[in-house]
Nanobody, 127 residues
């Protein structure tokens, strides 16, 4: 069983930056693919970024070039560095974990395939 706790959200002006952290406990952190998802009011949860167990990274088109996902296995933590933030990035951000060893890409962009979730952290970008 993996427990995930996000932190680092807040209010920032458009063009600003935030770094989200997700600390994991339980399980073998280094074996998990870690995903970042977000959900705005009235919208479905959507994929933001993911990092595989072997540190390959994947991004949604909407954040490519602005967001960077990374992991520190020694600290059991995954990060999401968010730069050039836009008002449309406003959402609750969640981290998620699961194994995807049967997948050729070792990750999924489908939130329904992740079993372990954090409680979420609010990110609000003002214009």
């Amino acid at each position: 069983q993996v427990q995930l706790v996000e932190s680092g959200g807040g209010l920032v002006q458009a063009g600003g930056s935030l770094r989200l952290s997700c600390a994991a406990s339980g399980g073998t952190f280094s074996s998990y693919a870690m995903g970042w998802f977000r959900q705005a009011p009235g919208k479905e949860r959507e994929f933001v970024a993911a990092i595989t167990w072997n540190a390959d990274t994947y991004y949604a088109d909407s954040v490519q070039g602005r967001f960077t996902v990374s992991r520190d296995n020694a600290k059991n933590t995954v990060y999401l560095q968010m730069n050039s933030l836009k008002p449309e990035d406003t959402a609750v951000y969640y981290c998620a974990a699961d194994h995807f060893f049967a997948s050729g890409t070792y990750y999924s962009s489908d939130y329904r395939r992740y079993h372990y979730w954090g409680q979420g952290t609010q990110v609000t970008v003002s214009s």
